[in-house]
């Protein structure tokens, strides 16, 4: 026998999709990932060069700087937090941390595509929700699909990708109406670019609830995509436990100075974040008067939902060197850029034969 036939993955892997990385279009108006478009400031760079020289040494273990300005930002306690490697991890290490064989984890659907795969690495099922017809949370759906099996209901505000939210009375339902076994995850990645005043704050309410976690992220607002931080606020026993599963240093040295630096000068990069709000006022009432269904938005991209005609549109934008992420059968999300980019994809759709 051959040495290593023997070894296998497991099976249900073969359901998870290989990540399809974006296509690399030199010159392209890249408006797929939702990043905020512009380089760092000369701070950040600064920065991470500085941590660069010492790259020989492990990071701080718990990335100990960055949680105690975070502290001090959020007005949290250190026990409440935990800083992961993007988002994304900590909503890994957050289904690894609560569920057990056989639990469960509750969102919409569509909504942020890691959500399923993450769930099913770990081992937990995943249940779907469908958004309402106007591409919404559907909180009374959600409660009616909590069973004894749902240990997680990720709420995530404003949705990726269709950019709707669910208003604070919604939250508050779901908060108050999930047994005692659930844990309401608010993913608010997105945050920053949200000007709806009838959206919660997800901070205030992890701070009061025992029942609520959020999570954001210094990906997108503060354009540290490429650093990989974010952090999550949860009761106590919960964020140990997030800490507990996180793989060691996985939040890097490069991305601790980044976040530090980014939360020093935070002012700057927030500014930007209203020329994206500003931008979006401005892309939203167009594509509507070109007679696209788009929701209102309050995320930095906005939704096309094309259905059966969403790839059609993505190559319709390729050959236009444009990049959006679409999802067959469904839509299209764009991000929205800067002006000129967001012209580009302006004319695309008004030009996108229909
Ligand atoms: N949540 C949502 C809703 C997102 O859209 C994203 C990024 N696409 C994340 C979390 C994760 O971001 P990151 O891992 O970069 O912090």
């Known amino acids: 026998m051959i040495r290593g036939m023997a070894i296998t993955v497991r099976e249900d892997l073969a359901g998870i999709p290989d990540y399809v990385p974006g296509r690399k ?18 701070a950040i760079v600064k920065a991470i060069a500085e941590a660069a020289a010492e790259i020989n040494r492990y990071p701080a ?5 960055l949680v105690d300005k975070l502290s001090e930002r959020l007005a949290v306690e250190p026990g409440r937090l935990a800083v992961g490697c993007g988002s994304t991890s900590l909503c890994q290490q957050l289904i690894q941390a609560v569920c057990r064989p056989g639990d469960e984890v509750l969102f919409s659907w569509r909504s942020f595509e890691a959500y399923p795969i993450l769930a099913q690495v770990v081992g937990a099922g995943a249940r779907r929700v469908p958004l309402t017809a106007d591409y919404r949370q559907d909180v009374d759906a959600l409660l009616a699909a909590v069973t004894d099996a749902t240990r997680l209901v990720f709420v995530c505000n404003p949705n990726n990708p269709t950019g709707t939210v669910v208003h604070a009375d919604d939250v508050t339902r779901l908060i108050e109406g999930v047994p005692e076994h659930v844990l309401v995850v608010l993913d608010e990645a997105y945050r920053e670019f949200i000007t709806d005043p009838e959206v919660p704050d997800g ?37 140990a436990g997030v800490r507990k599963v996180a793989i060691p240093f996985s939040v890097n040295r490069l991305a601790q100075a980044a976040a530090l630096t980014a939360l020093d000068i935070a002012d700057e990069l927030l500014a930007r974040c209203a020329a994206v709000v500003a931008e979006r006022g401005r892309v939203y009432p167009e594509l509507r008067a070109l007679g696209y269904d ?22 319709f934008c390729v050959e236009r060197k444009i990049l959006v992420r679409s999802f067959a059968g469904d839509g299209s999300r764009v991000t929205i850029g800067l002006p000129e980019e967001n012209d580009a994809f302006l004319a695309a759709a008004r030009d996108f034969p229909r």
Do not use: H
């Open 25 to 42: 279009i030199p010159g392209a108006v890249v408006l797929s990932s939702n990043e905020v478009a512009g380089a760092p400031p000369e």
């Open 294 to 315: 788009v929701p209102v938005s309050q995320g930095n991209f906005v939704w096309l939902p094309l259905g059966e005609r969403a790839m059609e549109f993505n190559e």
């Open 61 to 65: 273990w718990s990335s100990d700087d």
């Open 203 to 239: 901070l205030k309410l992890a701070r009061e609830r025992d029942n609520v976690a959020m999570m954001r992220t210094f990906s997108k607002a503060y354009g540290l995509a490429g650093a990989r931080a974010g952090y999550l606020v949860a009761p106590p026993e919960v964020a």
